[in-house]
Protein backbone atom coordinates (compact mmCIF):
# COMPACT_ATOMS: atom_id res chain seq x y z
CA UNK A 1 0.00 0.00 0.00
CA UNK A 2 1.11 3.20 -1.12
CA UNK A 3 0.64 6.67 0.17
CA UNK A 4 0.41 9.86 -1.64
CA UNK A 5 0.50 12.29 0.59
CA UNK A 6 4.11 12.41 0.13
CA UNK A 7 6.00 13.79 -3.18
CA UNK A 8 7.26 10.71 -4.50
CA UNK A 9 8.75 8.93 -7.75
CA UNK A 10 7.58 5.97 -9.69
CA UNK A 11 10.76 4.33 -11.28
CA UNK A 12 10.72 1.54 -13.91
CA UNK A 13 13.83 -0.92 -14.03
CA UNK A 14 16.10 1.90 -16.31
CA UNK A 15 15.61 4.48 -13.18
CA UNK A 16 12.85 6.43 -15.49
CA UNK A 17 10.30 7.95 -13.11
CA UNK A 18 7.68 6.30 -14.68
CA UNK A 19 4.47 7.86 -13.00
CA UNK A 20 4.56 10.77 -10.02
CA UNK A 21 2.86 10.72 -6.35
CA UNK A 22 2.87 14.18 -6.50
CA UNK A 23 1.32 14.74 -2.77
CA UNK A 24 0.23 18.00 -1.76
CA UNK A 25 1.46 22.17 -0.87
CA UNK A 26 1.56 22.77 2.77
CA UNK A 27 0.40 26.03 2.98
CA UNK A 28 -3.68 26.42 2.88
CA UNK A 29 -4.02 23.34 1.20
CA UNK A 30 -6.66 22.56 3.01
CA UNK A 31 -8.54 25.35 2.14
CA UNK A 32 -8.04 24.87 -1.58
CA UNK A 33 -9.56 21.53 -1.25
CA UNK A 34 -12.82 22.84 0.68
CA UNK A 35 -13.17 25.92 -1.32
CA UNK A 36 -12.89 23.04 -4.30
CA UNK A 37 -16.06 21.57 -3.19
CA UNK A 38 -18.06 23.98 -2.93
CA UNK A 39 -17.03 25.31 -6.63
CA UNK A 40 -17.69 21.88 -8.29
CA UNK A 41 -20.71 21.36 -6.30
CA UNK A 42 -22.09 25.35 -7.35
CA UNK A 43 -20.82 24.18 -11.14
CA UNK A 44 -23.16 20.41 -10.59
CA UNK A 45 -26.11 22.07 -10.04
CA UNK A 46 -26.04 25.01 -12.68
CA UNK A 47 -24.15 23.13 -15.76
CA UNK A 48 -27.04 21.57 -17.45
CA UNK A 49 -25.16 18.09 -18.38
CA UNK A 50 -26.35 15.43 -20.59
CA UNK A 51 -26.85 11.67 -20.57
CA UNK A 52 -23.29 10.94 -21.70
CA UNK A 53 -21.46 13.10 -19.35
CA UNK A 54 -23.49 11.77 -16.06
CA UNK A 55 -23.14 8.01 -17.41
CA UNK A 56 -20.35 6.78 -19.11
CA UNK A 57 -17.64 4.80 -19.65
CA UNK A 58 -15.49 5.38 -16.81
CA UNK A 59 -18.21 5.62 -14.28
CA UNK A 60 -21.45 7.01 -12.68
CA UNK A 61 -20.66 10.88 -12.07
CA UNK A 62 -21.24 14.05 -14.25
CA UNK A 63 -17.57 14.72 -15.80
CA UNK A 64 -16.69 17.93 -18.08
CA UNK A 65 -14.26 18.57 -20.07
CA UNK A 66 -12.90 21.80 -21.36
CA UNK A 67 -9.98 23.23 -23.29
CA UNK A 68 -8.39 22.82 -26.48
CA UNK A 69 -8.64 19.11 -28.48
CA UNK A 70 -8.42 17.05 -31.30
CA UNK A 71 -9.77 13.65 -31.95
CA UNK A 72 -12.55 11.61 -31.26
CA UNK A 73 -14.35 12.89 -34.20
CA UNK A 74 -13.10 16.46 -34.60
CA UNK A 75 -12.35 17.83 -37.61
CA UNK A 76 -10.19 20.47 -36.86
CA UNK A 77 -7.89 21.63 -33.77
CA UNK A 78 -10.88 23.63 -31.18
CA UNK A 79 -12.19 24.26 -28.06
CA UNK A 80 -14.46 21.78 -26.64
CA UNK A 81 -17.60 23.15 -27.49
CA UNK A 82 -20.61 24.01 -24.66
CA UNK A 83 -23.95 25.51 -25.05
CA UNK A 84 -23.49 29.26 -24.16
CA UNK A 85 -24.91 28.84 -20.57
CA UNK A 86 -22.46 26.00 -19.90
CA UNK A 87 -19.52 27.69 -21.18
CA UNK A 88 -19.97 30.99 -19.12
CA UNK A 89 -20.03 28.41 -16.11
CA UNK A 90 -16.96 26.39 -17.11
CA UNK A 91 -15.32 29.89 -18.00
CA UNK A 92 -15.96 31.26 -14.58
CA UNK A 93 -14.61 27.86 -12.92
CA UNK A 94 -11.26 28.64 -14.84
CA UNK A 95 -10.68 32.00 -13.51
CA UNK A 96 -11.50 30.61 -9.59
CA UNK A 97 -8.03 30.80 -8.00
CA UNK A 98 -8.42 27.52 -6.01
CA UNK A 99 -8.58 26.02 -9.72
CA UNK A 100 -5.67 28.15 -10.71
CA UNK A 101 -3.68 26.97 -7.88
CA UNK A 102 -4.24 23.21 -8.59
CA UNK A 103 -3.65 23.49 -11.71
CA UNK A 104 -0.56 25.26 -11.69
CA UNK A 105 0.51 22.78 -9.33
CA UNK A 106 0.23 19.82 -11.18
CA UNK A 107 2.29 22.12 -14.07
CA UNK A 108 4.46 22.20 -11.60
CA UNK A 109 4.90 18.68 -11.04
CA UNK A 110 5.70 18.25 -14.53
CA UNK A 111 8.54 21.34 -14.95
CA UNK A 112 9.93 20.02 -11.84
CA UNK A 113 10.32 15.98 -12.47
CA UNK A 114 9.92 15.67 -16.60
CA UNK A 115 11.52 18.90 -17.46
CA UNK A 116 11.54 17.14 -21.34
CA UNK A 117 8.01 16.04 -21.07
CA UNK A 118 7.36 19.32 -19.92
CA UNK A 119 8.73 21.44 -22.74
CA UNK A 120 7.60 19.28 -25.19
CA UNK A 121 3.96 19.44 -24.34
CA UNK A 122 4.44 23.60 -23.67
CA UNK A 123 6.34 24.10 -27.28
CA UNK A 124 3.60 22.24 -28.91
CA UNK A 125 0.51 24.01 -26.77
CA UNK A 126 2.66 27.17 -27.49
CA UNK A 127 2.76 26.22 -31.61
CA UNK A 128 -0.73 25.42 -31.69
CA UNK A 129 -2.11 28.31 -30.05
CA UNK A 130 0.37 30.70 -32.56
CA UNK A 131 -0.71 29.05 -35.79
CA UNK A 132 -4.09 28.78 -35.14
CA UNK A 133 -5.28 32.07 -32.77
CA UNK A 134 -8.93 31.59 -32.09
CA UNK A 135 -7.90 28.50 -29.40
CA UNK A 136 -8.04 29.11 -26.04
CA UNK A 137 -6.06 27.96 -23.21
CA UNK A 138 -7.27 26.83 -20.25
CA UNK A 139 -4.55 28.27 -18.19
CA UNK A 140 -1.59 30.51 -18.94
CA UNK A 141 0.68 29.16 -16.94
CA UNK A 142 -0.39 25.12 -17.74
CA UNK A 143 1.18 23.39 -20.66
CA UNK A 144 -1.79 20.67 -20.73
CA UNK A 145 -4.45 21.69 -23.35
CA UNK A 146 -7.52 20.30 -21.63
CA UNK A 147 -8.96 19.72 -18.11
CA UNK A 148 -11.85 17.70 -16.83
CA UNK A 149 -13.64 18.89 -13.53
CA UNK A 150 -14.94 15.33 -12.33
CA UNK A 151 -18.06 16.62 -10.51
CA UNK A 152 -19.26 13.51 -7.74
CA UNK A 153 -20.75 13.24 -5.87
CA UNK A 154 -19.02 9.84 -5.97
CA UNK A 155 -16.34 10.24 -8.49
CA UNK A 156 -15.05 6.59 -8.58
CA UNK A 157 -13.86 5.22 -11.84
CA UNK A 158 -13.91 1.64 -13.44
CA UNK A 159 -11.21 0.36 -14.50
CA UNK A 160 -10.15 2.33 -17.94
CA UNK A 161 -7.51 3.42 -20.00
CA UNK A 162 -7.42 7.21 -21.77
CA UNK A 163 -6.80 5.97 -24.90
CA UNK A 164 -7.08 9.29 -26.89
CA UNK A 165 -4.00 10.87 -24.24
CA UNK A 166 -0.34 10.60 -25.49
CA UNK A 167 0.55 7.41 -24.97
CA UNK A 168 4.24 8.35 -23.02
CA UNK A 169 2.15 11.06 -21.32
CA UNK A 170 1.37 12.80 -18.29
CA UNK A 171 -2.25 12.77 -16.70
CA UNK A 172 -2.46 15.11 -13.94
CA UNK A 173 -5.28 13.93 -11.56
CA UNK A 174 -6.22 15.82 -8.26
CA UNK A 175 -8.25 14.03 -5.50
CA UNK A 176 -10.82 16.43 -3.47
CA UNK A 177 -13.79 15.96 -1.16
CA UNK A 178 -14.39 14.57 2.62
CA UNK A 179 -13.98 11.25 2.95
CA UNK A 180 -11.95 8.95 4.59
CA UNK A 181 -8.40 7.99 2.45
CA UNK A 182 -7.64 4.68 4.58
CA UNK A 183 -10.91 3.49 3.73
CA UNK A 184 -11.99 4.19 0.48
CA UNK A 185 -10.58 6.56 -2.64
CA UNK A 186 -7.89 4.56 -3.05
CA UNK A 187 -5.97 4.62 -6.78
CA UNK A 188 -5.44 1.75 -8.76
CA UNK A 189 -2.95 1.03 -11.15
CA UNK A 190 -3.77 -2.45 -12.44
CA UNK A 191 -1.12 -3.31 -14.45
CA UNK A 192 1.72 -1.73 -11.76
CA UNK A 193 -0.42 -4.31 -8.94
CA UNK A 194 -0.47 -1.13 -7.00
CA UNK A 195 -3.15 0.27 -4.26
CA UNK A 196 -2.36 4.34 -3.76
CA UNK A 197 -3.93 6.03 -0.69
CA UNK A 198 -5.33 8.91 -2.38
CA UNK A 199 -6.00 11.72 -0.03
CA UNK A 200 -7.88 14.75 -0.69
CA UNK A 201 -5.90 16.98 -2.40
CA UNK A 202 -3.31 15.18 -3.74
CA UNK A 203 -2.27 15.03 -6.89
CA UNK A 204 -0.76 12.08 -9.09
CA UNK A 205 0.58 12.27 -12.58
CA UNK A 206 0.13 8.71 -14.41
CA UNK A 207 0.43 7.93 -18.32
CA UNK A 208 -3.29 7.40 -18.52
CA UNK A 209 -3.48 6.43 -21.94
CA UNK A 210 -1.65 2.80 -21.11
CA UNK A 211 -1.95 2.25 -17.67
CA UNK A 212 -5.38 0.73 -16.72
CA UNK A 213 -6.58 2.93 -13.36
CA UNK A 214 -9.74 3.06 -11.14
CA UNK A 215 -10.85 4.11 -7.87
CA UNK A 216 -12.46 2.58 -4.67
CA UNK A 217 -15.55 3.45 -3.77
CA UNK A 218 -15.73 6.10 -0.83
CA UNK A 219 -18.72 5.46 1.75
CA UNK A 220 -22.28 6.89 0.58
CA UNK A 221 -22.34 10.02 2.95
CA UNK A 222 -18.69 10.51 2.03
CA UNK A 223 -18.46 13.11 -1.16
CA UNK A 224 -14.95 12.62 -3.64
CA UNK A 225 -14.73 14.82 -6.78
CA UNK A 226 -11.07 15.25 -8.69
CA UNK A 227 -9.75 17.35 -11.37
CA UNK A 228 -7.76 16.41 -14.33
CA UNK A 229 -5.56 18.04 -17.07
CA UNK A 230 -4.57 16.25 -20.05
CA UNK A 231 -2.91 17.13 -23.67
CA UNK A 232 -5.13 14.63 -26.45
CA UNK A 233 -2.43 12.73 -28.55
CA UNK A 234 -4.07 13.93 -31.70
CA UNK A 235 -2.91 17.91 -30.90
CA UNK A 236 0.85 16.32 -31.22
CA UNK A 237 0.16 14.53 -34.72
CA UNK A 238 -1.65 17.39 -36.06
CA UNK A 239 1.43 19.72 -35.11
CA UNK A 240 3.95 16.43 -36.89
CA UNK A 241 1.99 16.60 -39.94
CA UNK A 242 2.09 20.30 -40.61
CA UNK A 243 -0.84 21.49 -38.25
CA UNK A 244 -3.35 19.46 -40.70
CA UNK A 245 -4.69 15.76 -39.84
CA UNK A 246 -2.96 13.36 -41.07
CA UNK A 247 -5.04 12.34 -43.89
CA UNK A 248 -4.63 15.85 -44.90
CA UNK A 249 -0.71 15.64 -44.79
CA UNK A 250 -0.87 12.55 -47.37
CA UNK A 251 0.10 10.03 -44.19
CA UNK A 252 -1.48 6.68 -44.29
CA UNK A 253 -2.23 4.27 -41.18
CA UNK A 254 0.52 2.03 -42.48
CA UNK A 255 3.20 4.74 -42.07
CA UNK A 256 1.76 5.64 -38.97
CA UNK A 257 2.30 2.20 -37.48
CA UNK A 258 5.62 2.00 -39.03
CA UNK A 259 6.71 4.99 -37.35
CA UNK A 260 5.05 3.37 -33.53
CA UNK A 261 7.91 2.09 -32.33
CA UNK A 262 10.52 5.04 -33.13
CA UNK A 263 7.33 7.69 -31.59
CA UNK A 264 7.30 5.20 -28.74
CA UNK A 265 11.27 5.35 -28.29
CA UNK A 266 11.22 9.05 -28.52
CA UNK A 267 8.81 10.01 -26.23
CA UNK A 268 10.34 7.50 -23.17
CA UNK A 269 13.51 9.68 -23.49
CA UNK A 270 11.86 12.36 -22.42
CA UNK A 271 11.38 10.89 -19.61
CA UNK A 272 13.77 11.78 -16.22
CA UNK A 273 15.98 9.36 -14.47
CA UNK A 274 15.99 9.70 -10.68
CA UNK A 275 19.52 9.64 -10.92
CA UNK A 276 20.20 12.57 -13.74
CA UNK A 277 17.64 15.24 -11.00
CA UNK A 278 19.59 13.79 -8.04
CA UNK A 279 22.81 14.41 -9.40
CA UNK A 280 21.56 17.96 -10.99
CA UNK A 281 20.42 18.98 -7.42
CA UNK A 282 23.71 18.16 -5.79
Given at each position: ?28 W ?41 G ?17 I ?39 C ?6 A ?5 S ?19 D ?22 G ?46 P?G ?19 K????A ?16 E ?6
Amino acid sequence: MCDSSQCRPVLDRQDRIFAMLGGRPRRSWDAVNTSMQHILEQCRTAYSAKPEQVSHRRGEFTAVSVGVSYGGGQKQVSNLCHPASNLNILSSMLLQEPVRRIANFGNSLVRLFAPRMHGHYGSTLDALCARHPHLARNFPKSVFSCATFNLGPHTVTRVHTDHLNLPYGWCSITALGNFDKTQGGHLVLWDLRMIIEFPAGSTILIPSAILRHSNIPVAPHERRYSFTQFTPGGLFRWVACGFQSSKAAGVTAKELNHAGPGRWEQGIGMLSTWTELTRSSN
